[in-house]
């Protein structure tokens, strides 16, 4: 019988989420729903001096953004909970204990005072084959001092014990075969003196417990796949191993090395996907939600980065990636990320956008600039107009306030040098001939028929036109423009503008 697909995206709860980890949640789901499986959210919250407030809220907050609904978490609940580490802290122990039993682990005593000064006795010290006997644990200590230690509630940790001289082995889905020798392996603890899991003993727990099928992780948690199959063959798991996919990292956009938020800072971009405020200093990381990303748009870029169809289409809507997406397809490479194309991917998607779709969001940011937008049919209009000028969501209100209100001010500069009495008696003579009934094709015809009739370029007033509707060079048809603002709304803006070029 094929097991289920059940994968997990299973975060920290320390700060803001950056892309790589929503690409990473993003891959997880769409592998899941391509499968008729499960995606799980679990919160890893067993590192407590790194707990933020307030973290888990955004990640889940930022997951519902983008349109990754989870199957179970600790939100929606389900069978295999808790879905937070901290909840799940009294399973990890027995399992530790297991693994001293079987020998596979060990108790070891060393205060933080002794293992700093080893490291500084030691260059690059680590504890480990080389360096366990001649440390404080149970491998060096009698039983009788071990388990006097352990009655007096010693402060103790306890550490796996990595074999010497062996290669552990793996399938990647998208790697092949890949091989650690263990020698240059250390003996990581698995339970800290405060009685938490650390993350390589509650991962692999949590993975068993939850029947997790595929892990889907960055690359940087490919050096920790040794120890993660060694703690399942130690348990006696082997059989219920998941298959291991770790996914390309998404590097700087010259390549060298893995994007990171000080990147996005010095570069000017985002790299969380919504604003992160942190609690303790009251910085504000922004993020692609608040910049002006459609959601569908971010996770389409996501997607892009280290995977394809083969085929040349770029823009896939959700439904779409989940058709389409398969592992073979991902990347062995680092993909670079490239702002610009980013925003690419913004710009066609709210071009294919119908204008209902944008509504709501639009009408939200003028509001924040203090104009309430009424008329829903008119802004409907607007943005239909409009949309195939904006690259981000504010563009809308450079691009389309003028539709709203009256110019402030004229780029009259553009207008003075050739500016004519003959032009203010035409402008005055096409004003006066336009009609309720008149299309946008009706204005253009009739401007050209009266252009020639004061013996004058239509190419020579279309600008001034321009300039006296929106304010300045820029803007879609002009004769659109004109159309949709409407006929005695188009005249009040020559009269003021005539004024104005005088």
């Known amino acids: ?16 989420l950056h892309l790589g980890g929503v690409r990473t949640a993003l891959f997880n789901y769409l592998f899941a729903k391509k499968h008729n499986g499960t995606f799980i959210l679990r919160v890893e919250d067993t590192d407590q001096t790194r707990f ?52 596979n682990a060990y108790y070891a005593f060393d205060t933080p005072e002794e293992l700093d000064a080893k490291r500084k006795e030691v260059p690059n010290f680590l504890y480990g084959q080389a360096s366990r006997m001649q440390m404080r644990n149970s491998l060096t200590l ?4 071990v388990k006097e230690l352990l009655e007096q509630n010693t402060p103790h940790v306890i550490r796996i014990r990595i074999p010497e001289d062996q290669h552990v082995s793996f399938m990647d889905m998208i790697r092949g075969h890949v091989s650690f020798d263990t020698n240059l392996i250390d003996d990581k603890v ?14 692999v727990v949590d993975d068993k417990a ?7 992780r960055g690359e940087e948690w490919l050096p920790s796949a040794p120890i993660h199959i060694l703690l399942w063959r130690y348990l006696g798991w082997d059989d219920e191993m998941p298959q291991w996919v770790h996914l390309p990292l998404i590097l700087k956009p010259d390549g060298n090395g893995k994007l990171s938020k000080r990147d996005g800072d010095r570069l000017g971009f985002p790299v969380y996907a919504q604003n992160w405020t942190d609690p303790k ?36 809507s959700l439904a779409e990636l989940i058709e389409k997406f398969s592992v073979e397809r ?60 904006c690259t981000l969501l504010p563009d809308f209100i450079s691009q389309s306030e003028y539709f709203f209100a009256m110019p402030a001010s004229y780029d009259v500069a553009a207008v003075k040098g050739k500016w004519t009495t003959e032009k203010a008696t035409f402008f005055n003579a096409f004003s006066a001939v336009l009609t309720e009934e008149m299309s946008a094709a009706d204005m253009e015809e009739k401007f050209k028929e009266l252009a020639a009739e ?28 004109a159309f949709t603002l409407g006929i005695e709304e188009t005249r009040n803006r020559i009269s003021a503008a005539l004024a104005a070029f005088e």
């Open 281 to 316: 200093s009251g910085d504000l990381t922004k993020g692609f939600k608040e910049l002006g990303f459609l959601p569908g748009a971010f996770v389409n870029l996501l997607a892009m980065l280290g995977w394809n169809d083969g085929t040349d289409q770029e823009i896939f």
């Open 330 to 389: 991902i990347s062995k490479a680092g993909a670079k990320f490239d702002f610009e194309k980013a925003k690419w991917y913004n710009h066609e998607w709210i071009k294919r956008a119908e204008a209902t779709e944008l509504l709501a969001t639009v009408k939200a940011g003028f509001e924040a600039q203090g104009i309430t937008l009424n008329d829903d049919s008119y802004t409907l209009k607007v943005i239909d107009l409009v949309k195939d000028r």
């Open 454 to 481: 004061h013996a004058l370029k239509p190419g020579e007033l279309m600008l001034p036109f321009r300039i006296m509707l929106v304010g300045g060079k820029f803007g879609p048809g002009v004769f659109d423009i």
């Open 210 to 216: 939850m029947e997790i099928s595929h892990i889907f």
């Open 142 to 145: 009698s039983a009788d001092e």
């Open 190 to 203: 698995l339970l800290k003196a405060d009685g938490m899991p650390t993350y390589h003993l509650a991962v």
């Open 1 to 16: 019988m094929e097991k289920k697909v059940r994968v997990r995206f299973a975060p920290s709860p320390t700060g803001g």
């Open 52 to 103: 933020v407030s307030g973290a888990e809220e955004y990640i889940e907050s930022c997951l519902a953004w983008c349109g990754i609904h989870p199957d179970e978490s600790p939100q929606a609940g389900g069978e295999y909970g808790p879905y937070r580490q901290s909840e799940r802290k009294p399973s990890y122990r027995q399992y530790a204990e297991q693994l001293i039993a079987s020998g």
